[in-house]
T-cell receptor, first 116, second 113 residues
Framework: DTGVSQDPRHKITKRGQNVTFRCDPI?????LYWYRQTLGQGPEFLTY????????KSRLLSDRFSAERPKGSFSTLEIQRTEQGDSAMYLC??????????????FGPGTRLTVT | TQLLEQSPQFLSIQEGENLTVYCNSS?????LQWYRQEPGEGPVLLVT?????EVKKLKRLTFQFGDARKDSSLHITAAQPGDTGLYLC?????????????FGRGTQLTVWP
């Protein structure tokens, strides 16, 4: 079990550019979540997939943000026309569906985005 | 909107001391999870509590879920420098076991040798 992986770990971009992040969940997990964390805050929910279906989106997810999970395995999060306010740590988590463990979400190391 | 309030926000203690951090809400949660996060890394799951009144122990860490499933506490006995980190509590909405987690802002713990 290699855990949740995210790529890249760090991204510096100029305002107005597009960026895309990738998340590979734990292999047997069918649920995948994206969260955003800014300094001094806990993670805030962005969106959630069960298999390839996007089941829930936060109001934080403006129309500049789009997430996909085309084959129910890895997921991508794209931010178009980045703004300085998008600077944050973007976290991916995955979870299974069996029994008590269905409550538990396991996080990746995150992608630190800096918009200059 | 943060539904979970954590206290204290910062805690700085000497090695060997005991401490308790709190996680409170006016909402009922179906489960509550505690995570520890190091700088520049993702949160690492420590424990999940599901039943009101549940107590779980993980070595020197004791976690308790309130009877009404609205609050939780984390007690550390004989803290060590390796316990330093940001402790986050996160609740899953009542009626939803599979959806989003709501996080508190965390308690930043520093244990000095």
């Amino acid at each position: 079990d290699t855990g949740v992986s995210q790529d890249p770990r760090h991204k510096i971009t100029k305002r107005g550019q597009n960026v895309t992040f990738r998340c590979d969940p734990i292999s047997e997990h069918n649920r995948l979540y994206w969260y955003r964390q800014t300094l001094g805050q806990g993670p805030e929910f962005l969106t959630y997939f069960q298999n390839e279906a996007q089941l829930e989106k936060s109001r934080l997810l403006s129309d500049r943000f789009s997430a996909e999970r085309p084959k129910g395995s890895f997921s991508t999060l794209e931010i178009q026309r980045t703004e300085q306010g998008d600077s944050a740590m973007y976290l991916c988590a995955s979870a299974g569906t069996s029994g008590r463990n269905s409550y538990e979400q396991y996080f990746g190391p995150g992608t630190r985005l800096t918009v200059t | 909107t943060q539904l979970l309030e954590q206290s204290p926000q910062f805690l700085s203690i000497q090695e060997g001391e005991n401490l308790t951090v709190y996680c409170n809400s006016s909402s009922v949660f179906s489960s509550l999870q505690w995570y520890r996060q190091e700088p520049g890394e993702g949160p690492v799951l420590l424990v999940t509590v599901v039943t009101g009144g549940e107590v779980k122990k993980l070595k020197r860490l004791t976690f308790q879920f309130g009877d009404a499933r609205k609050d939780s506490s984390l007690h550390i006995t004989a803290a060590q420098p390796g316990d330093t980190g940001l402790y986050l509590c996160a609740g899953a909405d009542r009626g939803s076991t599979l959806g989003r987690l709501y996080f508190g802002r965390g308690t930043q713990l520093t244990v000095w040798p």
